[in-house]
């Protein structure tokens, strides 16, 4: 597992070849809250309750942009895995604890 996140018991992760993600955002300011995750990766980010909230619709929108693109398309698995589990940290107003390899 490259990057886990864990809200309480639950887990879900980012995997080595879904790090592309951040290739694709990368100083793009229109996700500020997924270029933090990144520039702080290997640190361990904690993420708030409401930077979850923000993560979640800068990766709608992701969502949106990397659909029209089919070598980009494998990204949405990934996506649609982490979205109820980010909603769900806003949600109970939990702080996801995220460990890098």
Excluded at 22 to 45: A, H, Q, R, T, V
Excluded at 90 to 101: A, P, W
Aim: hydrophobic residues 35%; charged residues 30%.
């Amino acid at each position: 597992m490259a990057f886990d996140m864990y809200l309480g018991k639950e887990r879900e992760s980012i995997e080595y070849y879904e790090e592309v993600l951040f290739s694709i955002i990368k100083e793009d300011d229109s996700y500020p809250k997924l270029n933090s995750i990144w520039e702080e990766f290997y640190n361990g980010p904690l993420i708030l309750p409401n930077d979850a909230n923000e993560i979640v619709h800068e990766l709608i929108t992701l969502r949106t942009q990397i659909s029209k693109n089919d070598e980009q398309k494998s990204l949405i698995n990934m996506i649609d895995r982490l979205l109820p589990f980010l909603s769900k940290a806003y949600k109970m107003n939990e702080k996801v604890r995220c460990i890098s390899d």
